[in-house]
């Protein structure tokens, strides 16, 4: 039997599946990921700080006009679709599987694709606040409104609902996480690198039978896996419909 054979299997035999997924995950739909040589921490900018500074809560209040400059050029992909592995997994759900997602991107394609539970670990770029009446706003409002989106009723500057380096975790969206992935009987860990903290860490908490890494690149967690695809996500789900 293949391994693609035995993924199959598994996740038809599965009762809670917990989907665990990273940046890699999207790269198939036109958004970059962070670290390899494409991705947004290697290219250039017209400011002089570093990508890792410019996504931080100091530079958002420090350096508002600019970081709204990056964040809406190399963060926000709004003519992004769901790919076929986003889709795989709303359809696990759809033929009667209980599929929970857990996710460290902002893109909203999980929940584009069909997925219904969804925790954002760092937030979404659908989800916009007012800092000062906590009035909502959508992403066309941020993105329309320059250089830097102001409420249209009190002034307060509109932030992203994101999670910004030096920023908390919700602790809501942790505590489901962490309660998703210590009952499911098979985890999927699809598109990340495990490297970023505390996210990479709720893998600790996995007690269930079946821990499945599918990664582009290795990761520290590959020996402690039943099954790992070091290939591409597009790949292994084609092999397994």
Excluded: W
Aim: charged share 20%.
């Amino acid at each position: 039997m293949s391994k693609y054979d035995t993924l199959k299997e598994i996740l038809q035999n599965a009762r809670q599946i917990v989907v665990f997924t990273g940046a890699g995950i999207s790269v198939p739909s036109g958004i970059p990921d962070f670290r390899s040589a494409d991705g947004i921490y290697n290219q250039k900018t017209n400011l002089n700080y570093r990508p890792e500074e410019i996504i931080s809560h100091s530079f958002f209040y420090n350096h508002t006009k600019e970081f709204f400059e990056f964040y809406k050029s190399k963060m926000v992909y709004e003519d992004a679709k769901p790919n076929d592995a986003h889709k795989f997994i709303a359809k696990l759900e759809k033929q009667g599987k209980n599929v929970i997602v857990v996710t460290q991107n902002i893109d909203g394609l999980h929940q584009a694709a069909g997925s219904s539970t969804v925790y954002e670990l760092h937030g979404s770029i659908h989800r916009n606040y007012c800092e000062k009446c906590n009035r909502s706003f959508g992403l066309k409002y941020v993105m329309t409104h320059n250089p830097i989106p102001y409420c249209d009723r009190c002034h307060g500057i509109v932030k992203p609902d994101v999670v910004l380096y030096e920023e908390e975790l919700n602790s809501y969206v942790i505590e489901r996480s962490i309660s998703a992935i210590m009952t499911c009987d098979v985890m999927l860990v699809i598109g990340t690198s495990l490297t970023v903290y505390p996210a990479a860490g709720f893998i600790r908490y996995f007690k269930g039978q079946y821990l499945i890494v599918i990664n582009k690149e290795p990761t520290s967690y590959d020996n402690m896996c039943d099954l790992v695809f070091n290939e591409d996500v597009i790949n292994v789900f084609k092999n397994i419909k």
